[in-house]
């Protein structure tokens, strides 16, 4: 593990440059001052305040770098933030967030608080979705339990869409993509009246896909398996009848049909000798295509709504959010080890495909009072409930090679696999069904005093406790069937929580340069495999997995320095920090009954360091770069084996380089080049597994293998007035071939290739 000491000199060193760059002298040059990342106006902390007076590490997206950067999707704006990544795999409401090490996985709370319009998105199924008319996007890095309670463990993300104006105002887009696919986006702002306005957005892509699937012998066998029919729209109301009051309604829905659990499972053996594979549990291996008579199906349901309404007096602010989210979706697809029909390589001539169902609602409500910005002593006091109802179920059913995959949603097929043979269409070979019922309260007290006109003290602590009460909703055959000591009906009951605590010591050396410090603390709650898991990983040689994994809680140590410079044309950021970690969770899948889990590792430490840099070296060109390094080590584990490992899904570090040049072509018309490049290094994705008293296990990694680094470009060009704008563009220009994620077993996920489109769009 590196050095504390030796991350501290980093920014040591990095902070000596900077304050004899930043020093005043220096900041009176005589260019003029233009518009920069300084510039922008954040609400990370609840305020409005500027960017580089946020005394963390916050990288920003206002709506003219959104539109200039095509952030289009989650992923777009992630591989521009220095010490964040972010995993795509198996369907489209699977998706990892992980920042600073905080890691997330399957069926898991989210590693950050992502808050949409005031409204935390409590379901990680919803987060991969399009970025419709949005306004404005905050990152914000380190525990930030108290501003935003639990899920908040690595940090948050704040996103706010665009709100309704008083002018009439509209763009539409139309788009080709090379799947062959297209594009069609219309955003429309309506005055209803002197107090009431409407805004409206709507959005259909359609793609016959990139990843292709050799399988030619079954007519359920896709050619493509990621077409992509996605529509999202919105719609908002803004009523202000006076300057003490008003009342902003926003819903929107998302309906989405593509293909999933396209994996890859190299062969476990090489013939004659029956060797093991050294392609087997390799990240890096990419050679071998995807082959399924089983394209299968992923159809997400997405509907949100939020209601904000604000009071504003001499004393202060108060503020009711109540949010509103749902999500159903159902994938399908092959079976382990995802072989064409009568093919399998593990129990011949048996070959299994799988089902999962998840349908769930959750209500928010949240009331705060925020008083005056301008107060030596500032302060924010507020509550926040939820309510969730969740289901889940996922079956293995036999594949008979010509009917597909039926999706099961809540019920079983009646016919059971292996009662005869040859085996009934369809027959069920396993199922599991957990119902969730989810309340939780939290209550939080925000300070800031301005000590003097130079230092500032911040004291935040909230408290978050979530109850969770799981029923056991498989029929009792599938549990006697598979050996699995439960009852249908029965339930489990756990409460998990904690206080928040946060400080944070803010010096303002001059009016280019802020140093901080702080400690803060991240809670994430703890939940519930499905029932019999514990049975099923004991008899597949997992160790330490069961039918609940506990809660997380991470601390963390950080210091940093924002500083301006060349009068405002540039800034650079950089902090380090330390974290411990207990209860972080890590992955793991059953093959035997199709299911995802949890578990916890008792301790781990992560220690880091975060650059940042953004220059306008003209007013035409701007350059923006961030490096974020993260060393990792798992400190304490049930499996001696793991303790001193890596954690997973962590890469060692991140680069990311972006540059933008517009030209003047006349008194209108401008030409425009934008270029972003993303590193993400080495990353072991799953910990070890093998226990020295449980021999060798097969399908368990004792030294698991990294992923090389990876390089990815993305461009684009075009023409633009401030009426129109035509842009091509690409993503991943370089066509860089490598796996999205890797989890044990040998599960491989292709990545997308190169692709490239062109989009004209028309503002009135």
């Known amino acids: 593990m590196r050095d504390?000491?030796?991350?501290?000199?980093?920014?040591?060193?990095?902070?000596?440059?900077?304050?004899?760059?930043?020093?005043p002298s220096f900041a009176q040059d005589s260019t003029p001052q233009v518009s920069s990342e300084a510039d922008i106006i954040v609400t990370a902390r609840r305020r409005s305040e500027a960017l580089q007076d946020v005394p963390a590490q916050v990288t920003a997206f206002n709506a003219e770098a959104i539109e200039m950067r095509g952030i289009t999707r989650p992923a777009d704006f992630i591989a521009q933030v220095p010490n964040i990544t972010f995993v795509e795999t198996q369907n489209a409401g699977t998706s990892f967030i992980v920042i600073r090490g905080i890691s997330q996985a399957r069926n898991s709370e989210p590693s950050a608080a992502i808050v949409v319009d005031g409204?935390?998105?409590?379901?990680?199924?919803?987060?991969?979705?399009?970025?419709?008319?949005?306004?404005?996007?905050?990152?914000?890095?380190?525990?930030?339990?108290?501003?935003?309670?639990?899920?908040?463990i690595g940090g948050a993300i704040v996103i706010?869409?665009?709100?309704?104006?008083?002018?009439?105002?509209?763009?539409?887009?139309?788009?080709?993509?090379?799947?062959p696919g297209f594009k069609l986006q219309g955003i429309a702002n309506v005055p209803l009246g002197e107090t009431l306005s409407m805004r409206g957005a709507v959005s259909y892509f359609d793609t016959e896909g990139h990843l292709t699937n050799v399988n030619t012998t079954d007519a359920s066998a896709e050619e493509d398996v990621d077409p992509v029919q996605d529509l999202n729209a919105r719609l908002s109301f803004l009523w202000r009848p006076n300057d003490m009051f008003s009342a902003d309604l926003r819903l929107s829905a998302n309906f989405l049909e593509t293909r999933a659990l396209y994996y890859i499972i190299p062969d476990f053996v090489t013939l004659p000798n029956f060797a093991p594979n050294p392609n087997f549990n390799d990240p890096n291996f990419v050679d071998q295509p995807i082959n399924l008579n089983n394209s299968g199906k992923n159809e997400r349901q997405i509907y949100d709504a939020a209601l904000k309404l604000t009071v504003n007096a001499s004393y202060g602010t108060w503020t009711s959010i109540t949010g509103f989210n749902a999500a159903q979706e159902i994938l399908t697809g092959d079976g382990y080890a995802f072989d064409p029909f009568g093919q399998s390589r593990l129990a011949p001539p048996f070959d299994f495909n799988q089902s999962q169902f998840l349908d769930v609602q959750t209500i928010t409500q949240e009331v705060r009072f925020t008083s005056p910005e301008d107060d030596r002593f500032r302060w924010i006091a507020g509550a926040q409930v939820f309510a969730t109802d969740r289901f889940i179920s996922t079956g293995n059913m036999c594949d008979t090679g010509t009917a597909g995959v039926i999706p099961l949603y809540r019920q079983p097929f009646p016919a059971y696999c292996f009662a005869t043979f040859p085996f009934p269409e369809h027959g069920q070979i396993s199922f599991l069904a957990d119902s969730q019922e989810q309340f939780a309260y939290a209550f939080y007290l925000n300070t800031s005093t301005s000590l003097t006109d130079q230092l500032e003290l911040s004291l935040n602590l909230r408290y978050d406790n979530d109850k969770r009460e799981n029923t056991t909703e498989t029929p009792q055959f599938y549990l006697t069937a598979g050996g699995i000591a439960g009852l249908q009906g029965q339930k489990r009951e756990?409460?998990?929580?904690?206080?928040q605590p946060q400080a944070i010591l803010r010096y303002e050396a001059n009016d280019n340069l802020n140093i901080y410090g702080s400690y803060s603390r991240g809670f994430r709650s703890g939940g519930f495999n499905q029932t019999g898991v514990a049975t099923a990983a004991a008899a597949a040689g997992f160790f330490g997995v069961g039918d609940t994994f506990d809660q997380e809680t991470a601390d963390t140590f950080e210091v940093g320095f924002k500083s301006t410079f060349w009068n405002r044309r540039a800034n650079f950021n950089a902090s380090a920090y330390h974290t411990t970690s207990k209860g972080s969770y890590y992955f793991i899948f059953i093959a035997?009954?199709?299911?995802?889990?949890?578990?916890?590792?008792?301790?781990?430490?992560?220690?880091?360091?975060?650059?940042?840099?953004?220059?306008?070296?003209?007013?035409?060109?701007?350059?923006?770069?961030?490096?974020?390094?993260?060393?990792?080590?798992?400190?304490?584990?049930?499996?001696?084996?793991?303790?001193?490992?890596?954690?997973?899904?962590?890469?060692?570090?991140?680069?990311?380089?972006?540059?933008?040049?517009?030209?003047?072509?006349?008194?209108?018309?401008?030409?425009?080049?934008?270029?972003?490049?993303?590193?993400?290094?080495?990353?072991?994705?799953?910990?070890?597994?093998?226990?020295?008293?449980?021999?060798?296990?097969?399908?368990?990694?004792?030294?698991?293998?990294?992923?090389?680094?990876?390089?990815?470009?993305?461009?684009?060009?075009?023409?633009?007035?401030?009426?129109?704008?035509?842009?091509?563009?690409?993503?991943?220009?370089?066509?860089?071939?490598?796996?999205?994620?890797?989890?044990?077993?040998?599960?491989?996920?292709?990545?997308?290739?190169?692709?490239?489109?062109?989009?004209?769009?028309?503002?009135?």
Request: negative net charge; charged residues 20%; hydrophobic residues 40%.
């Open 4 to 23: 504390p000491k030796h991350l501290c000199g980093i920014l040591g060193v990095s902070a000596l440059a900077l304050f004899a760059a930043a020093s």
């Open 119 to 152: 409204v935390p998105m409590t379901q990680p199924a919803q987060f991969n979705q399009e970025l419709l008319d949005i306004q404005q996007i905050e990152v914000l890095k380190g525990p930030q339990g108290a501003l935003y309670g639990r899920n908040a």
């Open 160 to 179: 706010t869409t665009q709100a309704p104006g008083d002018e009439f105002e509209g763009r539409v887009t139309a788009g080709y993509e090379s799947g």
């Open 494 to 499: 756990e409460t998990w929580d904690d206080w």
């Open 592 to 764: 035997s009954n199709s299911t995802q889990n949890l578990g916890n590792i008792d301790e781990v430490e992560f220690q880091g360091v975060d650059l940042e840099f953004n220059v306008r070296v003209t007013d035409n060109f701007m350059i923006n770069a961030g490096l974020g390094l993260t060393d990792s080590e798992i400190t304490d584990f049930v499996d001696p084996l793991a303790i001193g490992a890596k954690a997973p899904l962590v890469s060692d570090y991140t680069f990311n380089l972006g540059g933008q040049y517009v030209v003047p072509l006349g008194d209108t018309l401008e030409g425009f080049l934008r270029l972003d490049y993303n590193r993400i290094g080495d990353t072991v994705f799953t910990i070890p597994f093998r226990h020295p008293s449980q021999g060798n296990n097969f399908f368990l990694e004792a030294e698991p293998k990294e992923r090389d680094p990876v390089n990815l470009l993305d461009a684009r060009v075009g023409l633009m007035t401030g009426s129109w704008s035509l842009t091509a563009w690409s993503k991943n220009l370089l066509d860089e071939e490598y796996n999205t994620e890797y989890s044990p077993g040998g599960f491989l996920f292709k990545a997308q290739p190169m692709r490239w489109g062109l989009e004209l769009s028309a503002r009135f």
